[in-house]
Protein backbone atom coordinates (compact mmCIF):
# COMPACT_ATOMS: atom_id res chain seq x y z
CA UNK A 1 0.00 0.00 0.00
CA UNK A 2 2.80 2.28 0.39
CA UNK A 3 3.73 2.26 -3.04
CA UNK A 4 0.55 3.03 -4.14
CA UNK A 5 0.50 5.65 -7.30
CA UNK A 6 -1.69 8.00 -5.90
CA UNK A 7 -0.98 10.70 -8.64
CA UNK A 8 -1.57 8.20 -11.90
CA UNK A 9 -4.68 6.95 -9.86
CA UNK A 10 -6.27 9.81 -9.36
CA UNK A 11 -5.75 10.78 -12.51
CA UNK A 12 -7.51 8.06 -13.84
CA UNK A 13 -10.39 8.44 -11.65
CA UNK A 14 -10.99 12.02 -13.20
CA UNK A 15 -10.99 10.62 -16.35
CA UNK A 16 -13.12 7.92 -15.93
CA UNK A 17 -15.61 10.37 -14.37
CA UNK A 18 -15.44 13.05 -17.68
CA UNK A 19 -15.95 9.68 -19.86
CA UNK A 20 -19.35 8.76 -17.47
CA UNK A 21 -19.98 12.15 -17.41
CA UNK A 22 -20.07 12.48 -21.48
CA UNK A 23 -22.40 9.14 -22.21
CA UNK A 24 -24.68 10.26 -19.52
CA UNK A 25 -24.96 13.59 -21.67
CA UNK A 26 -25.03 11.80 -24.59
CA UNK A 27 -27.57 9.40 -22.99
CA UNK A 28 -29.66 12.39 -22.29
CA UNK A 29 -29.65 14.46 -25.56
CA UNK A 30 -31.17 11.84 -27.36
CA UNK A 31 -33.67 12.04 -24.75
CA UNK A 32 -34.71 15.58 -25.34
CA UNK A 33 -34.26 15.43 -29.10
CA UNK A 34 -36.54 12.89 -28.99
CA UNK A 35 -38.83 14.80 -26.70
CA UNK A 36 -38.76 17.48 -29.78
CA UNK A 37 -38.82 14.99 -32.41
CA UNK A 38 -42.41 14.18 -31.42
CA UNK A 39 -43.55 17.55 -31.98
CA UNK A 40 -41.65 18.08 -35.33
CA UNK A 41 -43.26 19.46 -38.10
CA UNK A 42 -42.49 18.23 -42.27
CA UNK A 43 -40.40 21.98 -43.12
CA UNK A 44 -38.21 21.63 -39.70
CA UNK A 45 -34.47 21.02 -39.78
CA UNK A 46 -34.01 17.48 -39.59
CA UNK A 47 -32.58 16.42 -36.31
CA UNK A 48 -29.38 14.77 -35.05
CA UNK A 49 -29.76 10.74 -33.91
CA UNK A 50 -27.35 8.41 -32.48
CA UNK A 51 -25.09 6.61 -34.81
CA UNK A 52 -24.12 3.74 -32.65
CA UNK A 53 -26.66 1.21 -29.98
CA UNK A 54 -28.15 2.63 -26.94
CA UNK A 55 -26.45 -0.52 -25.45
CA UNK A 56 -23.48 0.08 -25.77
CA UNK A 57 -23.23 3.27 -24.40
CA UNK A 58 -25.23 1.77 -20.99
CA UNK A 59 -22.62 -0.81 -21.15
CA UNK A 60 -19.64 1.31 -21.45
CA UNK A 61 -21.41 4.06 -18.49
CA UNK A 62 -21.80 1.53 -16.26
CA UNK A 63 -18.34 0.07 -16.29
CA UNK A 64 -17.06 3.75 -15.92
CA UNK A 65 -18.82 4.50 -12.93
CA UNK A 66 -18.32 1.08 -11.84
CA UNK A 67 -14.19 1.31 -11.82
CA UNK A 68 -14.47 5.04 -10.45
CA UNK A 69 -15.97 3.33 -7.57
CA UNK A 70 -13.68 0.97 -6.79
CA UNK A 71 -10.24 3.14 -7.33
CA UNK A 72 -12.30 5.77 -5.31
CA UNK A 73 -12.41 3.27 -2.62
CA UNK A 74 -8.44 2.33 -3.01
CA UNK A 75 -7.19 5.79 -2.46
CA UNK A 76 -9.26 6.51 0.35
CA UNK A 77 -8.55 3.05 2.17
CA UNK A 78 -4.93 4.25 1.51
CA UNK A 79 -5.50 7.38 2.81
CA UNK A 80 -7.86 7.22 5.27
CA UNK A 81 -7.55 3.77 6.44
CA UNK A 82 -10.34 2.09 8.35
CA UNK A 83 -12.32 5.14 7.52
CA UNK A 84 -11.79 4.64 4.18
CA UNK A 85 -14.81 2.78 2.38
CA UNK A 86 -16.89 5.77 4.21
CA UNK A 87 -15.29 8.36 2.59
CA UNK A 88 -15.33 6.66 -0.77
CA UNK A 89 -18.48 5.75 -0.48
CA UNK A 90 -19.58 9.41 0.07
CA UNK A 91 -17.02 10.94 -2.13
CA UNK A 92 -17.92 8.93 -5.07
CA UNK A 93 -21.59 9.09 -5.02
CA UNK A 94 -21.00 13.02 -4.95
CA UNK A 95 -18.15 13.39 -7.30
CA UNK A 96 -20.60 11.09 -10.02
CA UNK A 97 -24.01 12.82 -9.23
CA UNK A 98 -22.59 15.96 -9.89
CA UNK A 99 -20.19 15.88 -12.49
CA UNK A 100 -21.54 12.50 -14.35
CA UNK A 101 -24.86 13.00 -13.89
CA UNK A 102 -26.86 16.15 -12.89
CA UNK A 103 -23.86 18.87 -14.74
CA UNK A 104 -23.99 16.46 -18.23
CA UNK A 105 -27.98 16.29 -17.71
CA UNK A 106 -28.41 20.01 -17.78
CA UNK A 107 -25.56 20.47 -20.43
CA UNK A 108 -27.25 17.99 -22.52
CA UNK A 109 -30.64 19.60 -22.60
CA UNK A 110 -29.43 23.23 -23.35
CA UNK A 111 -27.28 21.89 -26.07
CA UNK A 112 -28.46 18.59 -27.50
CA UNK A 113 -27.23 18.37 -31.06
CA UNK A 114 -23.92 19.49 -30.02
CA UNK A 115 -23.71 16.55 -27.31
CA UNK A 116 -24.91 14.23 -29.54
CA UNK A 117 -22.43 15.44 -32.70
CA UNK A 118 -19.35 15.20 -30.18
CA UNK A 119 -20.45 11.39 -29.29
CA UNK A 120 -21.29 10.32 -32.38
CA UNK A 121 -17.50 11.66 -33.46
CA UNK A 122 -15.81 10.23 -30.69
CA UNK A 123 -18.03 7.46 -29.61
CA UNK A 124 -19.40 6.08 -33.27
CA UNK A 125 -17.19 3.26 -33.82
CA UNK A 126 -16.03 2.24 -30.63
CA UNK A 127 -19.03 1.97 -29.55
CA UNK A 128 -20.53 -0.37 -32.67
CA UNK A 129 -17.65 -2.54 -31.85
CA UNK A 130 -18.77 -3.15 -28.55
CA UNK A 131 -22.29 -3.71 -29.45
CA UNK A 132 -21.74 -7.69 -29.20
CA UNK A 133 -20.96 -7.88 -25.23
CA UNK A 134 -23.92 -5.29 -24.79
CA UNK A 135 -26.04 -7.78 -26.64
CA UNK A 136 -24.67 -10.75 -24.85
CA UNK A 137 -25.38 -8.77 -21.63
CA UNK A 138 -29.03 -7.65 -22.75
CA UNK A 139 -29.91 -11.37 -23.46
CA UNK A 140 -29.03 -12.56 -19.78
CA UNK A 141 -31.32 -10.20 -18.93
CA UNK A 142 -34.23 -11.00 -21.06
CA UNK A 143 -33.37 -14.80 -20.35
CA UNK A 144 -33.86 -13.85 -16.53
CA UNK A 145 -37.00 -12.81 -17.17
CA UNK A 146 -38.52 -15.49 -19.29
CA UNK A 147 -39.91 -17.35 -15.87
CA UNK A 148 -41.95 -13.90 -15.13
CA UNK A 149 -43.61 -14.27 -18.60
CA UNK A 150 -46.83 -14.97 -19.53
CA UNK A 151 -47.20 -19.01 -19.11
CA UNK A 152 -49.16 -21.06 -21.43
CA UNK A 153 -50.18 -25.11 -20.81
CA UNK A 154 -48.66 -27.20 -23.76
CA UNK A 155 -50.54 -30.72 -24.10
CA UNK A 156 -50.61 -33.37 -26.38
CA UNK A 157 -53.05 -33.34 -29.20
CA UNK A 158 -55.14 -36.96 -29.40
CA UNK A 159 -56.22 -38.25 -32.91
CA UNK A 160 -59.29 -38.56 -31.43
CA UNK A 161 -59.60 -35.04 -30.01
CA UNK A 162 -61.83 -33.20 -32.38
CA UNK A 163 -64.07 -30.02 -32.13
CA UNK A 164 -67.56 -30.70 -32.57
CA UNK A 165 -69.49 -28.16 -34.74
CA UNK A 166 -70.95 -24.95 -33.88
CA UNK A 167 -74.63 -25.72 -32.56
CA UNK A 168 -76.22 -22.77 -33.63
CA UNK A 169 -76.92 -23.02 -37.47
CA UNK A 170 -77.39 -19.43 -38.11
CA UNK A 171 -74.26 -17.75 -36.48
CA UNK A 172 -70.87 -19.49 -36.44
CA UNK A 173 -69.51 -19.84 -32.59
CA UNK A 174 -66.84 -17.54 -32.99
CA UNK A 175 -69.08 -14.89 -33.24
CA UNK A 176 -70.20 -15.56 -30.10
CA UNK A 177 -69.92 -13.01 -27.64
CA UNK A 178 -69.20 -9.90 -30.23
CA UNK A 179 -69.72 -6.78 -28.45
CA UNK A 180 -71.98 -3.87 -28.83
CA UNK A 181 -70.64 -1.63 -31.83
CA UNK A 182 -71.46 1.21 -29.63
CA UNK A 183 -68.68 -0.16 -27.23
CA UNK A 184 -66.29 -0.44 -29.21
CA UNK A 185 -66.47 3.47 -30.51
CA UNK A 186 -65.78 4.21 -27.17
CA UNK A 187 -63.18 1.45 -27.03
CA UNK A 188 -60.94 3.81 -29.49
CA UNK A 189 -60.32 6.10 -27.10
CA UNK A 190 -57.85 3.71 -25.23
CA UNK A 191 -56.36 2.09 -28.40
CA UNK A 192 -53.06 3.50 -28.88
CA UNK A 193 -50.59 3.38 -32.18
CA UNK A 194 -48.53 0.44 -30.21
CA UNK A 195 -51.67 -1.38 -30.70
CA UNK A 196 -51.92 -1.17 -34.87
CA UNK A 197 -48.59 -1.04 -35.36
CA UNK A 198 -46.23 -2.90 -38.24
CA UNK A 199 -43.85 -4.66 -36.24
CA UNK A 200 -40.33 -3.51 -37.72
CA UNK A 201 -39.49 -7.30 -38.42
CA UNK A 202 -42.07 -6.93 -41.30
CA UNK A 203 -41.68 -4.05 -42.42
CA UNK A 204 -40.74 -3.24 -46.07
CA UNK A 205 -37.65 -0.39 -46.50
CA UNK A 206 -34.51 0.30 -48.50
CA UNK A 207 -31.44 -0.63 -47.62
CA UNK A 208 -28.83 2.74 -48.84
CA UNK A 209 -26.26 -0.43 -48.41
CA UNK A 210 -27.62 -2.52 -51.30
CA UNK A 211 -26.22 -2.56 -54.75
CA UNK A 212 -28.67 0.04 -56.60
CA UNK A 213 -30.04 -3.16 -59.06
CA UNK A 214 -31.30 -4.42 -56.01
CA UNK A 215 -33.09 -1.68 -54.46
CA UNK A 216 -34.08 -1.27 -58.22
CA UNK A 217 -35.47 -4.85 -58.17
CA UNK A 218 -37.27 -4.46 -54.58
CA UNK A 219 -39.22 -1.37 -55.80
CA UNK A 220 -40.33 -3.13 -59.32
CA UNK A 221 -41.40 -5.83 -56.93
CA UNK A 222 -43.08 -3.57 -54.04
CA UNK A 223 -45.92 -2.29 -54.38
CA UNK A 224 -45.84 0.49 -51.37
CA UNK A 225 -46.30 4.11 -51.87
CA UNK A 226 -44.01 4.76 -49.16
CA UNK A 227 -40.92 2.96 -47.61
CA UNK A 228 -38.92 3.89 -44.85
CA UNK A 229 -34.77 4.48 -46.41
CA UNK A 230 -32.13 3.43 -43.87
CA UNK A 231 -28.21 2.40 -44.08
CA UNK A 232 -28.05 -1.68 -42.60
CA UNK A 233 -30.69 -1.71 -39.85
CA UNK A 234 -34.00 0.30 -39.76
CA UNK A 235 -33.29 1.82 -36.84
CA UNK A 236 -30.96 3.99 -38.48
CA UNK A 237 -33.82 5.17 -41.39
CA UNK A 238 -33.06 7.87 -42.65
CA UNK A 239 -35.97 9.33 -44.87
CA UNK A 240 -39.06 8.16 -46.51
CA UNK A 241 -39.46 7.21 -50.18
CA UNK A 242 -41.96 8.39 -51.93
CA UNK A 243 -42.39 5.33 -54.47
CA UNK A 244 -44.91 7.48 -57.09
CA UNK A 245 -41.87 9.59 -57.84
CA UNK A 246 -39.35 7.36 -59.41
CA UNK A 247 -41.86 4.76 -60.55
CA UNK A 248 -40.91 5.92 -64.16
CA UNK A 249 -37.11 5.14 -63.96
CA UNK A 250 -37.72 1.65 -62.80
CA UNK A 251 -38.73 0.21 -66.33
CA UNK A 252 -34.77 0.93 -67.99
CA UNK A 253 -33.46 0.74 -64.54
CA UNK A 254 -31.94 4.42 -65.03
CA UNK A 255 -32.78 5.10 -61.18
CA UNK A 256 -29.54 6.49 -59.01
CA UNK A 257 -28.99 6.07 -55.26
CA UNK A 258 -29.34 10.52 -55.72
CA UNK A 259 -32.60 10.51 -57.57
CA UNK A 260 -33.68 8.28 -54.68
CA UNK A 261 -32.89 10.43 -52.13
CA UNK A 262 -34.12 13.46 -53.92
CA UNK A 263 -37.42 11.43 -54.35
CA UNK A 264 -37.61 11.13 -50.39
CA UNK A 265 -38.37 13.44 -47.17
CA UNK A 266 -37.61 13.65 -43.98
CA UNK A 267 -39.10 10.51 -41.46
CA UNK A 268 -41.85 11.50 -39.09
CA UNK A 269 -41.55 10.14 -35.86
CA UNK A 270 -44.33 8.87 -33.58
CA UNK A 271 -44.68 7.95 -29.55
CA UNK A 272 -45.95 4.49 -29.40
CA UNK A 273 -48.41 5.67 -26.52
CA UNK A 274 -50.12 8.27 -28.37
CA UNK A 275 -53.75 7.73 -28.67
CA UNK A 276 -54.87 6.69 -32.01
CA UNK A 277 -57.96 9.56 -32.25
CA UNK A 278 -55.16 11.93 -31.57
CA UNK A 279 -52.63 10.74 -34.11
CA UNK A 280 -55.34 11.01 -36.85
CA UNK A 281 -54.98 14.76 -35.87
CA UNK A 282 -51.15 14.21 -35.67
CA UNK A 283 -51.17 13.08 -39.69
CA UNK A 284 -53.79 15.90 -40.61
CA UNK A 285 -51.77 18.30 -39.02
CA UNK A 286 -48.43 17.33 -40.24
CA UNK A 287 -49.81 16.88 -43.82
CA UNK A 288 -47.95 13.22 -43.19
CA UNK A 289 -49.46 9.59 -44.23
CA UNK A 290 -46.69 7.79 -42.73
CA UNK A 291 -44.83 7.45 -39.27
CA UNK A 292 -41.93 5.47 -37.43
CA UNK A 293 -43.24 4.19 -34.09
CA UNK A 294 -40.48 4.97 -31.26
CA UNK A 295 -40.26 3.80 -28.20
CA UNK A 296 -39.20 5.87 -25.13
CA UNK A 297 -35.39 5.51 -25.92
CA UNK A 298 -35.55 6.24 -29.68
CA UNK A 299 -35.69 2.92 -30.56
CA UNK A 300 -37.90 1.94 -33.83
CA UNK A 301 -40.92 -0.30 -33.34
CA UNK A 302 -42.29 -0.24 -36.01
CA UNK A 303 -44.67 1.96 -38.73
CA UNK A 304 -48.47 3.39 -38.63
CA UNK A 305 -49.96 4.76 -41.27
CA UNK A 306 -53.01 6.90 -42.15
CA UNK A 307 -54.75 4.10 -43.55
CA UNK A 308 -53.94 1.72 -40.43
CA UNK A 309 -55.83 4.17 -38.55
CA UNK A 310 -58.50 4.57 -40.87
CA UNK A 311 -59.35 1.07 -41.36
CA UNK A 312 -59.19 0.30 -37.34
CA UNK A 313 -62.14 3.23 -37.34
CA UNK A 314 -64.24 1.33 -40.01
CA UNK A 315 -63.24 -1.74 -38.79
CA UNK A 316 -64.91 -1.20 -35.82
CA UNK A 317 -68.31 -0.61 -37.91
CA UNK A 318 -67.62 -3.50 -40.36
CA UNK A 319 -66.80 -5.72 -38.33
CA UNK A 320 -70.24 -6.34 -36.59
CA UNK A 321 -71.96 -7.30 -39.70
CA UNK A 322 -68.91 -8.99 -41.72
CA UNK A 323 -66.40 -11.65 -40.71
CA UNK A 324 -64.14 -11.66 -43.43
CA UNK A 325 -60.43 -12.01 -42.86
CA UNK A 326 -57.87 -13.23 -45.30
CA UNK A 327 -55.47 -14.74 -42.45
CA UNK A 328 -58.61 -16.75 -41.19
CA UNK A 329 -60.14 -20.08 -43.30
CA UNK A 330 -62.88 -21.85 -41.97
CA UNK A 331 -62.45 -25.54 -41.50
CA UNK A 332 -65.79 -28.27 -42.12
CA UNK A 333 -65.12 -29.31 -38.24
CA UNK A 334 -65.62 -26.09 -37.10
CA UNK A 335 -62.02 -25.14 -35.83
CA UNK A 336 -60.18 -22.35 -38.13
CA UNK A 337 -56.80 -22.77 -39.86
CA UNK A 338 -55.44 -19.06 -39.12
CA UNK A 339 -52.14 -17.42 -40.81
CA UNK A 340 -49.43 -16.81 -38.29
CA UNK A 341 -48.81 -12.95 -39.39
CA UNK A 342 -52.40 -12.22 -38.46
CA UNK A 343 -53.03 -9.74 -35.94
CA UNK A 344 -54.23 -10.46 -32.77
CA UNK A 345 -56.23 -7.65 -32.20
CA UNK A 346 -58.13 -7.98 -35.51
CA UNK A 347 -58.47 -11.62 -34.48
CA UNK A 348 -60.11 -10.54 -31.29
CA UNK A 349 -62.23 -7.92 -33.46
CA UNK A 350 -63.56 -10.06 -36.05
CA UNK A 351 -64.08 -13.07 -34.52
CA UNK A 352 -65.39 -11.57 -31.06
CA UNK A 353 -62.47 -13.52 -29.05
CA UNK A 354 -60.09 -12.48 -26.20
CA UNK A 355 -56.94 -13.72 -27.11
CA UNK A 356 -54.42 -11.29 -24.96
CA UNK A 357 -52.82 -8.60 -27.24
CA UNK A 358 -51.16 -6.77 -24.15
CA UNK A 359 -47.55 -8.16 -25.62
CA UNK A 360 -47.29 -9.55 -28.94
CA UNK A 361 -48.92 -8.07 -32.03
CA UNK A 362 -49.45 -11.11 -33.74
CA UNK A 363 -50.40 -14.75 -33.43
CA UNK A 364 -46.88 -16.16 -34.49
CA UNK A 365 -45.07 -13.80 -31.92
CA UNK A 366 -48.41 -14.69 -28.91
CA UNK A 367 -47.51 -18.82 -29.56
CA UNK A 368 -43.90 -18.48 -29.39
CA UNK A 369 -43.85 -16.32 -26.35
CA UNK A 370 -45.97 -19.26 -24.92
CA UNK A 371 -43.70 -21.63 -25.56
CA UNK A 372 -40.64 -19.77 -25.29
CA UNK A 373 -39.18 -21.22 -28.55
CA UNK A 374 -40.18 -21.89 -32.41
CA UNK A 375 -41.84 -25.59 -32.61
CA UNK A 376 -39.82 -27.71 -34.98
CA UNK A 377 -42.82 -30.43 -34.76
CA UNK A 378 -46.56 -30.27 -34.40
CA UNK A 379 -47.62 -29.24 -30.87
CA UNK A 380 -50.91 -28.16 -29.18
CA UNK A 381 -50.87 -25.65 -26.52
CA UNK A 382 -53.75 -23.88 -24.25
CA UNK A 383 -54.20 -20.04 -24.09
CA UNK A 384 -56.84 -19.09 -22.00
CA UNK A 385 -59.70 -21.50 -23.54
CA UNK A 386 -58.49 -21.45 -26.86
CA UNK A 387 -56.48 -24.32 -28.03
CA UNK A 388 -54.09 -23.99 -30.56
CA UNK A 389 -51.98 -26.48 -32.72
CA UNK A 390 -48.96 -24.82 -34.72
CA UNK A 391 -49.42 -26.75 -38.18
CA UNK A 392 -46.76 -25.11 -40.09
CA UNK A 393 -43.64 -23.35 -39.46
CA UNK A 394 -41.59 -21.19 -42.15
CA UNK A 395 -38.26 -19.49 -41.70
CA UNK A 396 -38.75 -19.78 -38.04
CA UNK A 397 -42.17 -18.43 -37.84
CA UNK A 398 -45.09 -19.72 -37.01
CA UNK A 399 -47.08 -19.52 -40.43
CA UNK A 400 -50.45 -21.65 -39.98
CA UNK A 401 -51.97 -22.22 -36.35
CA UNK A 402 -55.55 -24.12 -36.00
CA UNK A 403 -57.36 -22.63 -33.82
CA UNK A 404 -60.58 -23.56 -31.55
CA UNK A 405 -62.50 -22.83 -28.30
CA UNK A 406 -61.35 -25.04 -25.48
CA UNK A 407 -65.34 -25.26 -24.61
CA UNK A 408 -66.12 -26.93 -28.02
CA UNK A 409 -63.50 -29.78 -28.01
CA UNK A 410 -65.45 -33.20 -25.74
CA UNK A 411 -64.36 -34.68 -22.80
CA UNK A 412 -61.73 -37.51 -23.68
CA UNK A 413 -63.34 -40.00 -21.56
Not at 235 to 241: F, G, I
Not at 322 to 328: E, R, W
Request: proline share 7%.
Amino acid sequence: MDRLPVGPLFAVLVVLILWSALFTAIEAAQQHLLAQRKASRAGDKPLAKLSFPRDSLILCNTLCRALAVVIGTWLAVFTWLQHGPWVAWLGTSAALLVFADYLPRTLATRHPDAVLALGNALLGVPLKLLYPFAWLLNGISQLLLRPFARQASVVQQNDDEMPTPARNDHEPEYSSGRPHPVSGIHALDNITVNDILVPRSEVDGINLDDPIGEIIEQLRLNRRTRLPVFHSDINQVEAVLNTRQIRHLLKDASLTQEALLAACHEPYFVPESTPLQLQLLNFHKQQRRLGMVVDEYGEVLGIVTLEDILEEIVGEFESEHSLDNPHVHPQPDGRLLIDGAASIRELNRTLGWHLPCEGPKTLNGLVTEALETIPESPVCLKIGRYRLEIIETVDNRVSQVLVWHNSSVPAVS
